[in-house]
């Protein structure tokens, strides 16, 4: 029987980067991954690279370019003619980014001399994983044994009674991610990440998307006056967006799906070409044998963890979508190095109150630590120090002036509480704020450092200068 110091279950962004420390740490390491991709080949990289956040902003970045041509370009005196678009190539260029990444990891791992074993993990005892292939190779079941076992099963997406996925008419984010062409309608049910940024996606190249959202509030999680600001943003771009809305029936015939909901208590109805799926995933412990060797789960089905992602067995972590936390790829893979770290004896660090998200519509919307709404609750003293975007020479040459940035700081001692921004590369901008978090940063430190003219992170800078009420520009 194969023996190893770690084997870890899953090969996502948790499990493929958890293996990769293990070996560079000098443990032995295989990684069980069952996903097999279209052509029935087994993968590596799990949601993130084949369904998820790859593909995703593959989508995201030409759909963005196409608006622009078509919106923006004239502004800049850019004339193009005949602007049209192709589906069929957007969605081959979408499948070569996921297969040179996925296959860039099976790179790594032989790389880092890591046991590929392709297929699914079951446990058969606290120390045995029994491994039964998939793919065209398939095979018969083989255990494995190990020290340690990590757990990074993901999640996949949750479903409602009322909208059963069809993978035709209905579908979930991954087959919104494969559309061969631009439904003329399109309904989106939940206004979360998922739902904005594929609806986005398919607004941008002309569907008319409709998007109903069970809560009454936009964004819940999202600071409000930026999440105000979105919705109002969003809308101008042409998403119809409906808040309040309980969806309480579908009905497809082969072209078309109807949808009524509950709005204000009065019964309504539309028609769509396609119908999106998006209200939050769930954690994936299918025939993983969890529960049967004693590994605890909460009751939404999480596998139980303390701070460490120590589970109720001594020697088996888990990490990622499948545990408490943002099901974020970054606080996946963290965990993982965190876990492979303490795993090899050493400290193992995350900190969870550094974990920025962002999600990519455009503007797009990024935000660390807490909001001035979770603040008021705790009774916190705080201060805010805003700065409007358009406000920003450098945004305003590139011609994107929507959004501002919020920094939220400790009224007392200055260290920086909340980091929120709606604007344009507030992807990349967050990641000042989250190192400043990190070090326990002030308002004043990054007040004090010195920020490249012109760029987009001197918005940060004058936000941060706003929280004395000494901003220059504004
Ligand atoms: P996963 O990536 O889900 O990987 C789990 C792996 O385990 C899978 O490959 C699965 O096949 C395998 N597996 C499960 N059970 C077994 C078993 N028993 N045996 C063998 N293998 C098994 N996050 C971001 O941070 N940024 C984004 O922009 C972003 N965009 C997203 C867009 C979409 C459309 C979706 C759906 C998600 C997005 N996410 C994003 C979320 C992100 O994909 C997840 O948080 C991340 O993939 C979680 O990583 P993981 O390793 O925990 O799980
Ligand atoms: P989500 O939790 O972000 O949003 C789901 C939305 O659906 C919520 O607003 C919820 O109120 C609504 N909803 C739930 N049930 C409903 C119903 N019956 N009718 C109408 N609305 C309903 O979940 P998601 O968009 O599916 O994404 C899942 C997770 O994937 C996210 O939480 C995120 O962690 C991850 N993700 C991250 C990114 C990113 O980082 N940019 C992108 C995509 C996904």
Request: aromatic share 6%.
């Given at each position: 029987m194969k023996s190893f110091d770690v084997v870890v279950i899953g090969g996502g962004p948790g499990g493929y980067v958890a293996a990769i420390r293990c070996a560079q740490l000098g443990l032995s390491t295989a990684c069980v991954e069952s996903w097999l991709n279209d052509d029935n080949q087994p993968v590596l990289?799990?949601?993130?690279?084949?369904?998820?956040?790859i593909p995703s902003k593959a989508l995201l970045d030409s759909s963005h370019h196409f608006s622009f041509i078509k919106h923006e370009a004239k502004e800049h005196g850019i004339n193009v003619a005949g602007v049209a678009m192709d589906v069929h190539r957007m969605i081959e260029r979408k499948k070569s980014i996921v297969q040179t990444l996925t296959q860039g990891i099976a790179g790594l791992f032989r790389k880092n001399k890591i046991e590929w074993l392709k297929g699914h993990g079951r446990f058969i005892s606290e120390n045995q994983i029994e491994v039964r292939p998939v793919g065209e190779d398939g095979g018969d079941a083989f255990p494995v044994t190990a020290k340690h076992i990590i757990i990074a099963t993901g999640s996949v997406p949750m479903t409602i009674p009322p909208a059963q996925v069809d993978d035709n008419l209905i579908v979930d984010s991954t087959g919104a991610l494969a559309f061969t062409d631009v439904p003329r309608r399109l309904g989106v049910i939940g206004a979360g990440v998922i739902g904005l940024e594929l609806g986005s996606v398919w607004n941008r190249l002309g569907a008319e998307v409709v998007v109903l959202e069970a809560?009454?509030?936009?964004?819940?999680?999202?600071d409000r006056q930026l999440a105000n600001e979105a919705e109002k943003l969003l809308r101008k771009q042409g998403l119809d967006i409906r808040l309040g809305a309980k969806v309480t029936g579908t009905g497809c015939n082969n072209r078309e799906v109807t949808i009524t909901y509950e709005q204000d208590e009065a019964k309504q109805q539309i028609v769509v070409d396609k119908l999106i799926v998006a209200v939050g995933r769930k954690p994936n412990t299918q025939g993983l044998g969890a529960r049967e060797v004693g590994i605890e789960l909460d009751q939404r089905g999480f596998i139980e963890v303390d701070g460490l992602c120590c589970?109720?067995?001594?020697n088996v972590y888990a990490i990622g979508d499948?545990?408490?936390?943002?099901?974020l790829a970054h606080k996946a893979s963290e965990e993982g190095v965190a876990v492979a770290e303490r795993i090899a004896g050493k400290p193992g660090h995350i900190n969870y109150d550094a974990i920025p998200w962002v999600i990519y519509t455009w503007p797009e919307i990024a935000w660390v630590g807490k909001t001035e709404h979770e603040l008021k609750a705790e009774g916190v003293d705080y201060r805010v120090g805003s700065f409007p975007i358009a406000a920003s020479g450098r945004a305003r040459a590139m011609g994107e002036v929507d959004g501002r940035i919020k920094m939220i700081s400790d009224a007392h001692t200055d260290r920086i509480l909340g980091v929120h921004i709606l604007g344009p590369n507030a992807s990349e901008l967050i990641s000042e704020a989250v190192v400043a978090v990190e070090f326990d940063g002030s308002s004043e430190d990054i007040a004090r450092t010195i920020h490249a003219?012109?760029?987009?992170?001197e918005a940060l800078h004058e936000a941060a200068l706003a929280v004395d009420k000494r901003s220059i520009h504004f």
């Amino acid at each position: 029987m194969k023996s190893f110091d770690v084997v870890v279950i899953g090969g996502g962004p948790g499990g493929y980067v958890a293996a990769i420390r293990c070996a560079q740490l000098g443990l032995s390491t295989a990684c069980v991954e069952s996903w097999l991709n279209d052509d029935n080949q087994p993968v590596l990289g799990g949601t993130c690279l084949n369904v998820g956040c790859i593909p995703s902003k593959a989508l995201l970045d030409s759909s963005h370019h196409f608006s622009f041509i078509k919106h923006e370009a004239k502004e800049h005196g850019i004339n193009v003619a005949g602007v049209a678009m192709d589906v069929h190539r957007m969605i081959e260029r979408k499948k070569s980014i996921v297969q040179t990444l996925t296959q860039g990891i099976a790179g790594l791992f032989r790389k880092n001399k890591i046991e590929w074993l392709k297929g699914h993990g079951r446990f058969i005892s606290e120390n045995q994983i029994e491994v039964r292939p998939v793919g065209e190779d398939g095979g018969d079941a083989f255990p494995v044994t190990a020290k340690h076992i990590i757990i990074a099963t993901g999640s996949v997406p949750m479903t409602i009674p009322p909208a059963q996925v069809d993978d035709n008419l209905i579908v979930d984010s991954t087959g919104a991610l494969a559309f061969t062409d631009v439904p003329r309608r399109l309904g989106v049910i939940g206004a979360g990440v998922i739902g904005l940024e594929l609806g986005s996606v398919w607004n941008r190249l002309g569907a008319e998307v409709v998007v109903l959202e069970a809560l009454d509030d936009f964004l819940a999680p999202v600071d409000r006056q930026l999440a105000n600001e979105a919705e109002k943003l969003l809308r101008k771009q042409g998403l119809d967006i409906r808040l309040g809305a309980k969806v309480t029936g579908t009905g497809c015939n082969n072209r078309e799906v109807t949808i009524t909901y509950e709005q204000d208590e009065a019964k309504q109805q539309i028609v769509v070409d396609k119908l999106i799926v998006a209200v939050g995933r769930k954690p994936n412990t299918q025939g993983l044998g969890a529960r049967e060797v004693g590994i605890e789960l909460d009751q939404r089905g999480f596998i139980e963890v303390d701070g460490l992602c120590c589970t109720t067995l001594p020697n088996v972590y888990a990490i990622g979508d499948v545990v408490r936390g943002p099901m974020l790829a970054h606080k996946a893979s963290e965990e993982g190095v965190a876990v492979a770290e303490r795993i090899a004896g050493k400290p193992g660090h995350i900190n969870y109150d550094a974990i920025p998200w962002v999600i990519y519509t455009w503007p797009e919307i990024a935000w660390v630590g807490k909001t001035e709404h979770e603040l008021k609750a705790e009774g916190v003293d705080y201060r805010v120090g805003s700065f409007p975007i358009a406000a920003s020479g450098r945004a305003r040459a590139m011609g994107e002036v929507d959004g501002r940035i919020k920094m939220i700081s400790d009224a007392h001692t200055d260290r920086i509480l909340g980091v929120h921004i709606l604007g344009p590369n507030a992807s990349e901008l967050i990641s000042e704020a989250v190192v400043a978090v990190e070090f326990d940063g002030s308002s004043e430190d990054i007040a004090r450092t010195i920020h490249a003219h012109p760029t987009l992170a001197e918005a940060l800078h004058e936000a941060a200068l706003a929280v004395d009420k000494r901003s220059i520009h504004f």
